[in-house]
């Protein structure tokens, strides 16, 4: 049977190049970096080059780059390290009600701890109002905290516009970039950037490593104490493999692909809204190029995938981190879909390697799968 991965969103399969470049790490080149000997000088050299090769690609400064374990490591690297570092003076957080569950999570967390948030609304198509984000800036604000590219309805915020606000405002801006990244631009210097987060697995690149971009100005308490790794802002041994890894994903990914996905994913978009009773959600324009999700009313989204998977095609209903939840999508509600229109919702995302076959074999299939849901919904009816 075919078998269409369509979840690129939650994870993406490493490329064979970086795995390539990773595996000397693991046997051959294994040193610890801190190590004073030449095994631990090669471990070194590797990591330097790696920190320089992802500082390049967001217009950052080799020493800015922090490498973290992850995405959700440094988002809350970003927003719990400015906190404990600005409570009790300032304590005013403003973010959105589209963020990823470890932004929402921490911010949660930290009302608890003292914080004040202000949760931005946003617009149907999943965008924030400028005027009142600025308009929520007091002089108790330290942090802007706002998502670049969500990851479940792929709106891109326009963060050129949000860093003018905030650079005017006198407030640090961070952004989780894990869905943007190499996908449509990000320059720390142009959209006055002073934190961003980054992430290896959702660019073919190994699980378990990520990189927090860090404002040479800028001070923020570690949440690990240890040895004082990378600035004694993230203590423990670095993952040098996963590091290496990370950086040759940069590589792998060319504007000609980013184009090649874009044009697919309008082309699934165009035969998916032929389904009668279908509605995409998020901005058709300042959209990933990868991500496509759609409603489809009165059916379960669930039910729409596990049937896609019979026949080999993989996708999700939303956010892979909150899969085990039964509750409707924070973010469609924030948009202002109904429980129904949320739970009918599927995401499908693209990666490199998806191909017009696979969105040919797509469109041939789902269509006869919500004919074939829709028959026996009571809510069809």
């Known amino acids: 049977m075919k078998q269409i991965y369509l979840d690129n969103a939650a994870t993406t399969p490493v490329d064979e190049k970086v795995l390539k470049a990773m595996l000397p790490y693991f046997i051959e080149k294994f040193g610890n970096a801190s190590s004073q000997h030449l095994v631990g000088n090669e471990a070194k050299a590797a990591l330097e080059k790696s920190r320089r090769i992802i500082a390049k690609s967001i217009g950052a400064k080799a020493d800015e780059i922090i490498f973290t374990s992850g995405g959700t490591e440094s988002n809350n690297l970003a927003i719990k390290g400015l906190f404990y570092l600005n409570y009790p003076d300032k304590n005013h957080i403003i973010t959105t009600k589209v963020e990823h569950d470890c932004v929402l999570n921490a911010c949660g967390w930290l009302e608890k701890q003292g914080a004040k948030i202000t949760y931005l609304d946003v617009d149907e198509e999943g965008f924030i109002d400028l005027n009142e984000l600025e308009n929520s800036i007091t002089e108790k604000t330290f942090l802007v905290s706002i998502i670049h590219g969500n990851n479940e309805i792929g709106t891109i915020q ?83 493999s996963g590091i290496v890894g990370f950086s040759e994903a940069i590589k792998t990914i060319s504007s000609k692909e980013v184009q090649k996905m874009q044009e697919l994913r309008e082309k699934l978009i165009l035969g998916i809204l032929k389904i009668e009773n279908t509605k995409l959600n998020g901005s058709r324009e300042k959209r990933l190029c990868n991500n496509v999700n759609v409603s489809f009313m009165n059916i379960e989204g669930e039910a729409i995938g596990g049937l896609l998977e019979d026949r080999g095609i993989y996708t999700s209903t939303g956010s892979a981190c909150m899969s085990h939840s039964l509750e409707s999508s924070h973010v469609l509600k924030a948009l202002g879909l109904g429980p129904l229109e949320s739970n009918s919702s599927l995401r499908i995302s693209l990666s490199k390697y998806t191909t017009e076959e696979d969105i040919d074999y797509v469109l041939e299939v789902l269509p006869k799968v919500v004919e074939r849901l829709r028959k026996i919904s009571p809510l069809a009816k």
Do not use: M
């Open 158 to 240: 326009d963060l050129e516009k949000i860093g003018k606000i905030c650079q005017e405002k006198n407030v640090l801006l961070h952004t989780d970039a894990c869905q943007t990244y190499t996908k449509t631009e990000i320059n720390v210097k142009k959209q006055n950037l002073n934190l961003v987060t980054l992430n290896s697995h959702k660019i073919h690149g190994p699980k378990g490593v990520g990189a927090l971009y860090v404002q040479e100005r800028i001070k923020i308490t570690p949440l690990a104490h240890g040895g004082g790794h990378e600035k004694n802002l993230r203590s423990g041994t670095e993952n040098i």
